[in-house]
């Protein structure tokens, strides 16, 4: 066929918005029934309910009928919102319509062929992370109750329920701030969990505590492993983070017994070519001895509980993913030698890994194609797709999928030297449509959330949504992002705003030195803190033409005096100390320097968001009204952080396609949503 010269930014694309959002799916947990497989996921044809799914012999099954959600509110973020046993699958329910001030979020039991019997009360308190043990008849999960404060935040603690909601819950640990990844030893004698205090967030430093059960399900004998504080602090650092490394200078994630009885977790206490990552560890008595010793992380930050990286496949093996340089790759661990046996597998994002007798179950994604829940045979190696998270994209889509490029560049560390930054590039792909020969492709920066987190070069929809178009993406992973080492990672504290800004701005320069992308028409998009970072890049560069935030931060006061109960020093960990700090805040706050803001935007908020409040946006927006400046927006009833609901992820896409193209002075194809752009020529 014939390939058509067009503008960049008009091509026609077989990826249509409805795509991301008709008929797809989001894996939001993954668990084992003996040979079962579970899952949670999210529905944005459902509005975005979470129903849990079994794999039944006639393929997947609904298992929470209509009506009822499984969501947990614990952390804001959630995860671990179910679990199953003997058939039988525990979940906490999210049903704002019957219970509004706390969305019900009681623990519900199903049965096969029953309807679900409520087991908790109707109390302002959330479960999460729930871990069934019949022998005793209770379930040890987190508890988060809104009505019981610890140091200005909602009480957490680890408790055991009872199965049939007849008893009290047993308090088995409380006076932490946190509490996760509670798990049985596998003869029910011991219970290992994870817990960490403010101001520290789970990624920086933890402690692994273990006890012994009673009948009842009472813990004694409680100690203490690994999770000590730093010896040696670097005077320099945010004091913030010197206050968490004086109360941990470890994270340990992923407790995990093996099948005699061996506990083992991950900690980044292992230096590694100069810097700490997350490595594979064995208890042996109250010392963690490294088992994997990789310039590679095993496990991904404790944004949602139920994190799952690693599993036993026998006592001395073990399944494990792992990341380097944000690609995750499958191998087998001898846990004897530390040897890693790589599983030549096409995935290069590998979540939610859990393994049972002969077989392990992860969900998949790769450049090629959505996200898959997948079945890996551990004898053969071979791999069953048991459900797409989109599989009704076409063949001329799939077509348009293309393997990003991993860039590296150099950007100022602000002490007179260079640093290392990363990010995947995404040229413009389509194969039906080329550009002028005289045109470089608009760019877009994509950043995501967090910050710690990390770009994946595993198919994003929303990339090819933009590249089949004839946009160019910078998909960053800029410093401060997981999956470099620790040192990494920890580069953006007490930088937030700065070093993040820099590397977007460092890695567009980079591609338009190599005459890959037109320097005129830079846009940016992200969401949560990739949407501040967004409006930073507005308001203190002049890299951008336009700017897409998805329920960005514009004020980092706000954030620092009220947001969600994870969250609550971690402004100041990416800042400084509130309120010492107070102006630093505002001097990096897009809303104190709107006067400043150069380009174009349009703003996306969900109504009913606890991380980043509505007014956040209301108030920017205001501002940039009152200065005549270009914008638009949209907020969405009933979306929270992080949209869901089909009909607000097809018009947000639309509406910011269309943005794109009224002020980069090209016309979008197809009848797409088009945004109110107030103080924009018609």
């Not at 591609?511 to 803190?529: E, F, N, T």
Request: glycine share 10%; hydrophobic share 40%.
């Amino acid at each position: 066929m014939a390939v058509t010269t067009a503008a960049f930014g008009s091509w026609a694309s077989p990826i249509a918005a409805q795509d991301l959002a008709a008929g797809a799916v989001k894996f939001e947990q993954l668990a084992l029934d003996g040979d079962d497989v579970i899952w949670v996921e999210s529905r944005p044809d459902e509005k975005g309910r979470s129903v849990v799914v079994r794999m039944g012999p006639d393929g997947p099954q609904d298992i929470t009928p209509a009506g009822f959600c499984a969501r947990t509110l614990v952390n804001s973020y959630g995860g671990g919102a179910m679990a199953a046993k003997d058939g039988t699958v525990w979940f906490t329910n999210f049903a704002a319509s019957d219970f509004p001030q706390t969305k019900d979020q009681r623990v519900y039991a199903q049965t096969p062929g029953h309807f679900p019997k409520p087991i908790t009360p109707r109390q302002p308190v959330h479960f999460a992370d729930m871990v069934p043990d019949p022998a005793r008849g209770v379930i040890f999960a987190v508890q988060e109750r809104s009505d019981v404060l610890l140091n200005g935040q909602a009480q957490q603690t680890l408790v055991a329920l009872d199965m049939q909601g007849d008893a009290l819950p047993i308090t088995v640990a409380s006076g932490g701030d946190f509490y996760a990844a509670p798990r049985l030893s596998p003869d029910g004698s011991q219970i290992a969990w994870l817990t960490w205090d403010y101001p520290s967030m789970p990624w920086e430093g933890t402690r692994l505590q273990v006890a012994t059960l009673d009948a009842q399900g009472n813990a004694t004998d409680i100690r203490t492993i690994g999770g000590a504080p730093a010896t040696d602090i670097d005077p320099t650092l945010n004091p913030v983070l010197q206050n968490a490394m004086r109360y941990s200078d470890e994270a340990i994630a992923e407790p995990l017994w093996s099948p005699k009885g061996a506990l083992y977790c991950v900690s980044d206490r292992s230096d590694i070519k100069g810097t700490r990552w997350g490595n594979i560890h064995r208890v042996e008595g109250d010392s963690l001895v490294p088992v994997t010793t990789q310039a590679a992380e095993f496990t991904s930050p404790l944004w949602r509980l139920g994190v799952s990286s690693y599993g036993f496949v026998s006592e001395t093996i073990i399944l494990a993913a792992y990341s380097k340089d944000g690609v995750w790759a499958l191998a087998l661990v001898d846990v004897t030698s530390g040897m890693l046996k790589p599983v030549d597998l096409p995935f290069t994002s590998i979540t939610h890994l859990r393994v049972g007798h002969g077989f392990a179950v992860f969900i998949g994604g790769r450049f090629d194609g959505p996200a898959e829940l997948i079945r890996l045979d551990l004898e053969t190696c071979e791999t069953t797709v048991l459900r797409s998270a989109n599989p009704g994209l076409s063949a001329e889509a799939k077509a348009c999928f293309q393997a990003p490029e991993a860039i590296s560049f150099q950007v100022d560390d602000g002490k007179g030297g260079t640093e290392t930054s990363h990010a995947f590039y995404h040229a413009p792909a389509n194969p039906d449509y080329k550009g002028p020969v005289n045109e470089r492709p608009p760019l877009i920066i994509v950043i995501h959330g967090g910050p710690s987190a990390s770009a994946s070069s595993a198919l994003s929809l929303d990339i090819a949504f933009f590249t089949s178009r004839g946009f160019a993406v910078l998909d960053t992973n800029y410093r401060g992002s997981t999956g470099f080492g620790r040192s990494y990672r920890q580069r953006i504290y007490g930088g937030w705003g700065v070093v993040d800004v820099a590397d977007c701005v460092a890695g567009a320069q980079h591609l338009v030195a190599q005459d890959k992308v037109d320097r005129y028409r830079i846009a940016s998009r992200g969401g949560s803190s990739g949407g501040y970072t967004t409006l930073a890049l507005a308001t203190f560069t002049d890299i951008l033409s336009a700017g897409a935030s998805y329920y960005g931060i514009s004020d980092l006061q706000m954030i620092a005096q009220d947001t969600d109960k994870l969250e609550a020093f971690y402004a100041a960990l990416l800042v400084g100390p509130w309120p010492d700090a107070q102006k630093v805040f505002k001097a990096r706050s897009p809303l104190f320097h709107a006067d400043q803001i150069s380009c174009p935007l349009i703003i996306f908020q969900g109504e009913d968001d606890p991380v980043v409040p509505p007014p956040q946006a209301h108030v920017l927006i205001d501002s940039l009204l009152d200065r005549k400046m270009p914008v638009a927006w949209e907020f969405f009833p009933g979306e929270s952080h992080g949209f869901k609901q089909k009909a607000h992820i097809i018009q947000s896409l639309e509406e910011e396609l269309s943005f794109y193209g009224a002020i980069m002075g090209f016309t979008p194809s197809g009848h797409l949503a088009k945004p109110d752009i107030k103080n924009w020529p018609v």
